[in-house]
């Protein structure tokens, strides 16, 4: 068990460390090849913790690998848009105004109530409201509204708008974020200045935050637990 445990740990740190190399597009924004790359270490580093008459340089080994062809894979596309249009693919255009491009579907075995179900998603339940659906390299479908679907932005109803920036998290569940306060331009002195005037102390806070202007927002943990 002790060395199941350990092999366990030592994958572990070894696949954090690969996947961190790669980048942080491996987590959210698969390519097939990252597809096919993330099965592959997933395979490998099972097979020494499950079995452990596999030595652990078996492992080892075949994911430094891997991690090294990915990054120079990543290279050779970057210097090469051929390269990467015929192995990621190029974006589909599924919808143009309102109108479905039943080849491209097609040529990309998405069926109707699929797309249709994506576009609900996205909320909009009528294509003719759609000026452009896009199917990226990713797989997502990206939907541009036409310009009547659209919401009125601030400028179109000459409202004037403040921009606020974000907000930034000064303490989350009764812990100080000195990082936190460095982004949001405030001192720990403000913040206790600001707690005394709520009548509140850190421990009491689920969530206080600042936004780039100066608003302050403060959940404590009564009302984060407070029934709706």
Request: glycine residues 6%; proline residues 5%; hydrophobic residues 45%.
């Amino acid at each position: 068990m002790t060395v199941i445990l350990i092999r366990l740990v030592l994958v572990y740190i070894l696949l954090t460390l690969t996947v961190r190399l790669m980048g942080k597009r491996q987590i959210g924004e698969m390519q097939m090849s990252e597809l096919v790359v993330a099965f592959m270490l997933s395979e490998l580093a099972t097979m020494p913790i499950t079995d452990t008459t596999v030595p652990l340089l078996y492992s080892v080994l075949p994911i430094l690998l891997l991690a090294i062809m990915e990054i120079l894979t990543s290279f050779a596309f970057l210097h090469s848009p051929t390269l990467s249009r015929i192995v990621t693919g190029t974006p589909q255009i599924v919808i143009r105004y309102g109108n479905i491009n039943r080849k491209v579907l097609k040529n990309c075995r998405m069926t109707l109530s699929e797309l249709m179900g994506e576009l609900r998603l996205k909320g909009y339940p009528d294509p003719a409201d759609i000026a452009y659906a896009i199917l990226e390299e990713n797989g997502r479908l990206s939907v541009i509204p036409r310009a009547s679907a659209q919401p009125p932005r601030a400028d179109e109803l000459s409202m004037q708008v403040r921009e606020s920036g974000i907000s930034h998290t000064v303490i989350a569940d009764g812990i100080i974020s000195e990082t936190g306060m460095k982004l949001a331009s405030v001192s720990e002195g403000q913040v206790y200045a600001y707690l005394k005037k709520r009548k509140t102390e850190p421990n009491d806070v689920f969530l206080l935050t600042v936004n780039n202007v100066g608003e302050w927002n403060l959940i404590t943990i009564g009302e984060s637990e407070r029934t709706p």
